[in-house]
């Protein structure tokens, strides 16, 4: 398949996204859909360490995912056209809501369509913590849980930056792999 017609593909397809998921983390469990599922274009290892990227990267999930998505497909020209596919829905759809905004907020449809909108966000979002569990468990080591439990410990009960939780679970990573390479070492 020509570059062209991928960098189509990933404009086309982040633009139905965008238009049709409500929020960056739900974003992530379609674009894992069509972009591991349907295109075989990523693995579901490459998808996994995309999303922990882009959740601890400044800026939109959205946008940022699409970079990554599009980068791995096509290149410098694809990440260019997945973003600019993912950003031009919302866009649009704010300068409406911006210029009708006090037409439609006190709509009684309007109310309830925002509230369905929150439910189908909750269940894409059940999907994708799933999906993202079930990676992350797969090789049945006991250090992902532990830093799930203690990171989900971590944002319940503190009041702290979630850039002090990154920073711990990248130190924690490096010092299991740093680990896994010594036992490699000596077991040779």
């Not at 702290?160 to 010594?182: E, H, N, P, T």
Request: net charge positive.
């Amino acid at each position: 398949m020509s570059k062209l017609k991928k960098c189509w593909i990933l404009f086309s397809t982040m633009m139905v996204i965008s238009s049709t998921a409500n929020s960056g983390y739900a974003i992530l469990s379609v674009v894992v859909r069509n972009f591991v599922g349907k295109h075989h274009w990523i693995t579901e290892e490459e998808m996994g360490d995309y999303i922990a990227l882009v959740q601890g990267a400044p800026g939109s999930i959205a946008i940022n995912m699409s970079m990554m998505v599009g980068y791995h497909v096509a290149g410098i020209w694809g990440a260019a056209a997945a973003v600019i596919g993912c950003a031009i829905p919302p866009l649009v759809i704010m300068l409406l809501v911006t210029a009708f905004y006090s037409a439609i907020i006190g709509n009684p449809w309007i109310k309830v369509f925002l509230h369905g909108m929150q439910a189908g966000v909750i269940a894409m979002l059940a999907n994708l913590v799933l999906g993202l569990f079930r990676n992350a468990t797969k090789e049945q080591k006991i250090y992902p849980l532990a830093i799930m439990a203690i990171a989900m410990a971590y944002s319940l009960l503190t009041d702290l930056s979630s850039i002090l939780l990154v920073i711990g679970c990248i130190l924690i990573g490096c010092a299991a792999y740093i680990i896994k390479l010594r036992k490699e070492k000596a077991g040779r």
